[in-house]
């Protein structure tokens, strides 16, 4: 607590006046959103007290303050992964502080892979539930009773109202069709999973697949905040579908969503 305390005045310090209503958290490729944002302030990670600073290509590293669609947001430019080394806390360290420092909704996005068979490239999944296959999870150790309860219930780790908002907001954009709803399995990765593990995360009911998201949603949920999060198809990991992929690929097709999931954000920013 003390150290997401530092962090937390650090940046309080240099908002000042500045009172964030949401929080977002923008995945592999999916940097787009900021030129949508009239940004205030920018705050390099490394700059922040007690701060992870991001080791993977097309996670600049920055913490963004400013409005969107006449909402102030706090947009992380980049997240941290269990793969890259970092422990669960410092995975989620981040999200604890923009709770603390005002947050009310946090919106998440990531680039992951379709094992539905029904899906394709670009598709946009809102995460309706998750199952959790990484090693370990940030509420592991003493509990931070200042953040939450010992035991999270974890009935509803996305929120139905969101939801419903951005499906109705993907209609009035018209690209409904390229939205649905899914399971979102998280892995530690970073390798990519064989055939058999695709095979094997469908059958227990995943729709997608990733390396990130799930920490955050679980640090979120301990401290009663209503997340939506978007998983952007990159690959496709179904029988018959699958095929080699390098980050190249996955950026490509990050890249050709990237406007709607910007459209999508900033319609749902815009009526919450």
Not at 141 to 162: A, Q, V
Not at 223 to 250: E, F, H, N, W, Y
């Amino acid at each position: 607590m003390q150290h997401l305390r530092e962090a937390t005045a650090y940046l309080q310090t240099h908002l000042q006046d500045f009172q964030p209503e949401f929080g977002i958290i923008l995945g592999t490729g999916l940097g787009g959103l900021v030129h949508e944002i009239e940004v205030q302030h920018t705050f390099s990670y490394a700059d922040i007290p007690h701060f992870p600073v991001s080791t993977v290509e097309s996670h600049s590293g920055k913490l963004l303050a400013g409005t969107l669609a006449g909402r102030r947001v706090l947009v992380m430019q980049g997240r941290f992964h269990f793969y890259e080394g970092y422990s669960m806390e410092q995975v989620v360290f981040p999200v604890r502080v923009l709770k603390l420092l005002g947050i009310q909704k946090l919106f998440v996005s990531n680039a992951g892979g379709g094992l539905n068979p029904d899906y394709n490239y670009a598709d946009l999944m809102l995460i309706e539930d998750h199952i959790n296959l990484q090693p370990t999870n940030p509420l592991i150790g003493k509990n931070l009773d200042e953040l939450g309860p010992r035991f999270p219930d974890m009935l509803e780790p996305y929120d139905h109202s969101l939801l419903a908002l951005a499906e109705k907001a993907a209609q009035k954009l018209g690209f409904a069709d390229k939205v649905r709803r899914g399971v979102y399995a998280s892995l530690p990765g970073p390798m990519l999973e064989t055939p058999a593990e695709y095979r094997y995360l469908r059958t227990i009911g995943a729709d997608g697949v990733g390396m990130s998201t799930v920490p955050e949603v679980i640090a979120a949920v301990h401290m009663q905040l209503p997340v939506l999060a978007i998983s952007v198809i990159t690959d496709l990991c179904a029988p018959g579908k699958l095929k080699r992929v390098q980050l190249a690929d996955i950026l490509r097709v990050a890249a050709d969503a990237e406007p709607r999931l910007t459209a999508l954000l900033k319609a749902v920013v815009e009526q919450c």
